[in-house]
């Protein structure tokens, strides 16, 4: 069974799919990409290179802005990533000036530097390769208060010129560049691995394949948008607040949602998001209920009806191992998603709001389950028996 969500194990760790992206791929299809990959990382520019114009911006990528409104049209969690051309502090500071710039105006996940010299301009400026590991760190300095930044480069370029410790220690996420099976400099330390420079899309369009842990994603998915949600040591957010009038656990179904927390521009959920599990909560924020772990953000204007008591109906309670069931939200048990093949499925297995469902292929002589072919884990109140 292909699910929307496909898990790739690497060293019995589990990662998430994405691509990333630039004004090379040109037009690719957005649709494809949502129901095939987890995240997208779209290069915004290179350089130092700032307009208050986009259009006269002559280091920014040209497809960037359309890329952003492509996944924000479809609330497809994205980074941005700028290629790095900095040979001195100063121009490390213009550059992270530049990416601030975009993060501002949109909603990404995090933002990346690419540190390498795949088109030989380090050297022919005599940028000393070995310099990249100081300018990279006062380029995440400069971004100090944006939660989720982080540094790509090849293993070769992390093992012999770069720090990874001290790129952590300033607060990066390693993205490494890893196509060969020669060893991780990065060992555990590694946020995401790019997996791959000659994956395809449906169409043909060759684009670089990514794989990210899994805690990673779902820290990144809690840290969409702009809003700064970070406490004093001794502060505690109450998620459970009298200043919102949901709370985390509430089932709830909505006719709107937005792409972060400070959005403005309402989106029209597509078919089968239309309700879900709110799994995080900021008070005060203009949308403050996140759905699913990254499905969207909504606020009390967008939900129509919920479940305060964050208790399985009764007719929810009566599903047992063996019904026929239809999905009426495909969002997988941990929040993602999957795409359905078919109008009912079969419950393989029971464990208070976890149900796994699938397709049984053979039933054993005395009624119970024989083969199986699994498709996910989805929350018992996103189901009915028919």
């Known amino acids: 069974m292909l699910l929307k969500i496909i898990r790739k194990v690497r060293n019995n760790i589990i990662m998430k799919k994405g691509i990333d992206i630039s004004g090379h791929q040109g037009d ?21 290179d700032l307009s208050a114009d986009d259009s006269e911006c002559s280091q920014c990528d040209t497809m960037a802005q359309t890329y952003i409104n492509e996944c924000e049209a479809r609330i497809i969690p994205y980074a941005l990533y700028l290629y790095q051309y900095a040979a001195d502090d100063e121009q490390a500071r213009s550059e992270a000036a530049h990416i601030r710039e975009w993060y501002n105006k949109s909603n990404p996940i995090g933002v990346f530097l690419d540190i390498e010299d795949a088109d030989g301009y380090k050297e022919r400026h005599g940028i000393d390769y070995y310099s990249t590991q100081a300018l990279a760190v006062v380029w995440l300095d400069e971004l100090a208060d944006i939660k989720a930044k982080g540094i790509y480069a090849s293993h070769s370029w992390l093992n012999t010129y770069m720090n990874v410790d001290e790129l952590i220690e300033h607060g990066a996420l390693i993205w490494e560049a890893h196509w060969n099976d020669d ?45 700064d949600t970070s406490t004093e040591p001794d502060e505690v957010v109450d998620s459970t607040s009298t200043d919102t009038m949901y709370h985390e656990g509430d089932y709830v179904e909505y006719d709107r949602i937005y792409a972060s927390s ?13 309700s879900g599990t709110i799994t995080r909560v900021i008070p005060g924020a203009a949308n403050p209920y996140l759905i699913n772990d990254g499905t969207g953000w909504v606020n009390d204007g967008c939900i129509n ?41 079969d419950v393989i297995e029971v464990k208070g709001d976890r149900v796994v469902i699938g397709i049984v292929k053979d039933w054993n002589d005395d009624g119970s389950i024989g083969d199986y072919d699994v498709t996910c884990a989805i929350n018992i109140c996103n189901i009915e028996r028919v």
């Open 262 to 274: 400070t959005s403005e521009e309402p989106l029209t959920p597509s078919a089968g998001f239309t």
């Open 183 to 227: 060893g991780e400099i990065c060992d555990d330390k590694f946020a995401m691995s790019q997996e791959s420079s000659d994956h395809h899309l449906d169409d043909g369009t060759r684009v670089d394949y990514d794989i990210m842990r899994d805690e990673v994603y779902n820290q990144l998915i809690g840290n969409t948008g702009n809003e």
């Open 28 to 48: 690719i299809n957005f649709d494809y990409i949502k129901d095939n990959y987890d995240f997208v990382i779209i290069r915004c520019g290179y350089g130092s």
């Open 305 to 345: 009806s919920s479940d305060n008591g964050n208790q399985p109906s009764e007719s929810d309670t009566s599903i047992n191992v063996g019904d026929k069931v239809r999905v009426l939200v495909n969002a997988t048990y941990d929040g993602g998603s999957f795409v359905m093949y078919y109008d009912t499925y």
